[in-house]
């Protein structure tokens, strides 16, 4: 299970260099979404959503998302061990997230929000899985900004951004 020290000394070394050469390893950096006149998909774990002067946005920190074969790939990659032992990624999917980076994205008044599991009545007994369920944005944060029962900031989101604001928002479910 353990390994020498000298099987350690490479990948810090590279995580060092790495963490020379860019600034998107500053743990708590925050920037805005720049506007880039086209249509980018981003998966997030959403931190916050506000609204500050009746306009709407997130701050959210990008991740990537594998699944299938890529979750395996990357698994094996990242943790020889584990996926050696399993034979695999966890229930098919892998999420990285080397680097604490919120970003914030306006959100558009007509954005639309898929989600798989939400909190409907209050009562924990009652949560169950509907995929795909269209809500409204204002339903979206109402259950957001509500975590006594489900916290939906523990999942990702898949975004679609476009011209630089965020136009759909889906829940990526979770085992």
Known sequence: ????????????????????????????????????????QQTVYIHTIQSENGKLSMAADEINWYQGADADRIFAERDPEGAAEI?????????????????????????????????????????????????????????????DIFDLSQFPYHLTIQDGVITSIVQQYIP
């Open 1 to 40: 299970m353990f390994k020498k020290k000298s099987a350690y000394v490479l990948p810090v070394v590279v995580l060092l260099f790495l963490s020379l050469i860019t600034t998107a390893s500053t743990v708590g950096t925050r920037v805005d979404a720049q506007d880039s006149g086209k249509t980018q």
């Open 87 to 147: 034979g695999g990624a966890p229930d098919s999917y892998y999420i990285v997230n080397d680097f604490n980076t919120l970003t914030t994205y306006p959100i558009a008044d007509n954005a639309t929000v898929t989600m798989q599991i939400y909190d409907h009545t209050g009562n924990i007994e009652d949560l169950d899985i509907q995929w795909n369920e269209a809500i409204t944005l204002q339903q979206f944060i109402d259950q957001f900004n509500k975590s």
